[in-house]
C-alpha cells in the first residue's frame, strides 16, 4: 500500500503508540521542516523522501533526543539529508527559495503574478550567488522563522555567534540584491 509522507506519519505515530499530544507536535514540526525543504530546492517527492527517512531516524534514536532541542534536530538532520541527496545528483547550485507574495497584493491580476514571478526570479537569483550557509541562515531565520536560539543549537555554537553571521548574511544578501537590478539582470562586478 502506497503512502503520501504525511499518511505515513500519521500511521507510524499509531503504529508506535505515541502520545496524541506529542505525535500532533511531532507532526506540525516535520510539516514546517517540509516546506523548509521545497524553499531550499527540494522537489516534492525529494522532500517527503528526506521527512520520511528524518522520522524514522528520530522515531529509531527518540530516547537519545534531547526533547528541548527535538525541533533543532529534526531540522539539521533534514538539512544535511538534502546536502547528501544534493550531492548524488551534482545539483549543489540548485537552491531556490519561493516567496508567497499573495500576503502582500490585494487581488489576483495578471499584473500581480507578473510581479511576483518577478521577484521570485530576483530572489533565487539573489540567494544563488550567495555562500550556502548564508542562504541557509536566511531560510530558518525568515522563512522557518526558527529564533536565534534555535539555529544557534543547528550549527553548535552561540546566540551572538548566530546574530553576528545573520547579519552579514542579510548585508551581503542585500548588497547583491542591489547589484542585481530591477528585473533580476545581473550586473557585472
Given at each position: 500500500m502506497l503512502f503520501t509522507f504525511f499518511q505515513m506519519n500519521r500511521y507510524l505515530i499509531r503504529r508506535v503508540d505515541m502520545n496524541e499530544d506529542f505525535g500532533i507536535q511531532l507532526h506540525e514540526k516535520?510539516?514546517?521542516?517540509?516546506?523548509t525543504l521545497l524553499k531550499m530546492g527540494a522537489n516534492k517527492q525529494d522532500a517527503e523522501d528526506i521527512l520520511q527517512e528524518t522520522a524514522y531516524q528520530f522515531i529509531k534514536y527518540i530516547d537519545g533526543i534531547d526533547a528541548n532541542y527535538a525541533e533543532a534536530w529534526l531540522y539539521r538532520v533534514a538539512i544535511n539529508k538534502f546536502y547528501d541527496a544534493l550531492r548524488k545528483k551534482k545539483h549543489a547550485n540548485n537552491y531556490v527559495l519561493t516567496f508567497?507574495?499573495?500576503?502582500?497584493?490585494?487581488?489576483?491580476?495578471?499584473?500581480?503574478?507578473?510581479?511576483?514571478?518577478?521577484?521570485?526570479?530576483?530572489?533565487?537569483?539573489?540567494?544563488?550567488?550567495?555562500?550556502?550557509?548564508?542562504?541557509?541562515?536566511?531560510?530558518?531565520?525568515?522563512?522557518?522563522?526558527?529564533?536565534?536560539?534555535?539555529?544557534?543549537?543547528?550549527?553548535?555554537?552561540?546566540?551572538?555567534?548566530?546574530?553576528?553571521?545573520?547579519?552579514?548574511?542579510?548585508?551581503?544578501?542585500?548588497?547583491?540584491?542591489?547589484?542585481?537590478g530591477d528585473y533580476g539582470e545581473n550586473i557585472n562586478y
Open positions: 516535520l510539516k514546517a521542516v517540509y516546506f508567497n507574495l499573495q500576503d502582500l497584493l490585494d487581488e489576483k491580476t495578471p499584473e500581480s503574478y507578473v510581479l511576483q514571478k518577478e521577484a521570485q526570479t530576483t530572489i533565487q537569483q539573489t540567494l544563488s550567488m550567495l555562500q550556502p550557509k548564508e542562504m541557509e541562515l536566511l531560510l530558518l531565520k525568515y522563512s522557518a522563522e526558527l529564533t536565534l536560539n534555535e539555529i544557534a543549537i543547528l550549527f553548535q555554537t552561540t546566540d551572538k555567534s548566530i546574530k553576528t553571521q545573520l547579519a552579514r548574511a542579510r548585508k551581503k544578501f542585500s548588497e547583491v540584491f542591489e547589484r542585481t
